[in-house]
């Protein structure tokens, strides 16, 4: 057997025992983190609304609420469970801030809280998986779609990096459009403890 | 009929004036309507109109500034006295520098709000902001310019109708017709 060919078996053998090692470990971490979590307030729930031009509206919710649980034997019977608060929503604008809460966006005086339910969450990868749901915001309600990235976990810990577009349309928030984006960029650290 | 001659305004130079005034003015209102309402979603779409016409004021009346200095300007009656032509001079100038200085002043609020709200004229064309300081104080300044020399304007525009209507009712001359409509042109008008 020529050299070059054996090396590419070789290759091939070590990548093969590099694949197994990692769904090996990713069915150990699945069993490792499996339970009931709840969403703490040092998470951070950030967005973006771009606008023509470059640049755009950033900022994040300061006051939210949530549960998951992610089961053992199939993430697909996992659940999450959220509430946003757009009342507190920061963006280093006053005015801004004040814009968002009134009737034109949030209306916060008459719908308090934004929540969000999962339908279905599927696994894409040892760490990844797409979590679709409900959201309801304004009292109306349509679906979303997360993608979520186990970034980390401890014992009783664990964090996920998760984001999503919102076509903020949807809800009746579409003020501002086409100068703003219809689309609202979310980027989120979900860190939680178990329960 | 198109051109001006040496005593009639021909068409470009009435639809100008029309136009302009017409926007102008509107924009007035809108400006002193738009700042007063409390719907937030009404307000924002106000804005965004009123940021449109404003520049469509501004690139029109370059236009029409490039168009005068190539026509000649109808000369004034020859009754008029020294002082209506030097006041018709003072006011003819001030109207022309407020359909520039006016939208100027507009630019610049937008361009040093820190709300950085872009200015998507007509939601076709993006204009750039001009490059001045930032902050809430530096709007406040070019919001308060563009009011006062937006009612200064106004002002100024009340004595141009007043001055027209006065030529027409009292001195009976030509100077408001031929505002209204070109006159025919030389060949027919022989």
Do not use: C
Not at chain 1, 172 to 181: C, F, K, Q, R, W
Not at chain 2, 43 to 58: A, D, M, N, P, R
Not at chain 2, 131 to 145: G, H
């Amino acid at each position: 057997m020529p050299a070059r060919k054996r090396l590419r078996r070789v290759q091939v053998i070590f990548a093969g025992m590099l694949a197994m090692a990692a769904s090996v470990a990713a069915a150990d971490t699945l069993s490792e983190v499996a339970g009931r979590y709840d969403i703490q307030p040092s998470s951070h729930i950030g967005f973006t609304v771009a606008q023509v031009g470059g640049g755009g509206i950033t900022g994040d919710f300061k006051k939210f609420s949530g549960v998951f649980a992610l089961n053992k034997s199939d993430i697909a019977h996992s659940m999450i469970d959220f509430t946003l608060y757009p009342e507190s929503v920061v963006t280093g604008q006053a005015r801004i801030e004040n814009f968002l809460r009134s009737d034109a966006v949030f209306d916060t005086e008459n719908f308090p809280t934004i929540k969000f339910k999962s339908t279905q969450i599927t696994q894409t990868s040892p760490d990844t998986a797409v979590i679709s749901g409900l959201l309801t915001a304004r009292g109306k309600s349509s679906p979303a779609t997360f993608q979520a990235t186990l970034s980390g976990h401890g014992k009783n810990t664990i964090t996920f990096h998760v984001d999503g577009k919102i076509m903020r349309s949807r809800y009746g928030m579409d003020v501002g459009t086409p100068i703003y984006s219809n689309v609202v960029q979310f980027d989120m650290t979900i860190e939680a403890q178990r329960t | 009929m198109l051109r001006n001659s040496k005593d009639s305004f021909g068409l470009i130079s009435i639809l100008f004036h029309w136009i302009i005034a017409l926007i102008f003015l509107g924009q007035i209102l809108l400006g002193y309507l738009m700042s007063r309402v409390s719907d937030f979603t009404l307000q924002f779409s106000l804005f965004q109109w009123h940021k449109s016409f404003g520049f469509l004021v501004l690139g029109l009346s370059a236009v029409r500034l490039l168009w005068k200095a190539a026509s000649v300007s109808p000369s004034n009656p020859e009754s008029m006295t020294t002082i209506e032509r030097v006041g018709s001079r003072i006011v003819h100038a001030a109207l022309y520098g407020a359909l520039f200085i006016v939208p100027l002043t507009g630019w610049a609020i937008a361009s040093s709000s820190p709300l950085l709200i872009p200015t998507y004229m007509f939601n076709l064309v993006v204009i750039p902001s001009l490059p001045l300081q930032v902050s809430d104080n530096a709007e406040a300044f070019w919001t308060a310019s563009h009011a006062y020399l937006a009612y200064f304007s106004a002002t100024i525009a009340a004595l141009h109708i007043l001055a027209a209507l006065h030529h027409h009712f009292w001195k009976k001359d030509a100077i408001l017709t031929r505002m209204l409509r070109p006159s025919p042109a030389p060949a027919e008008r022989r």
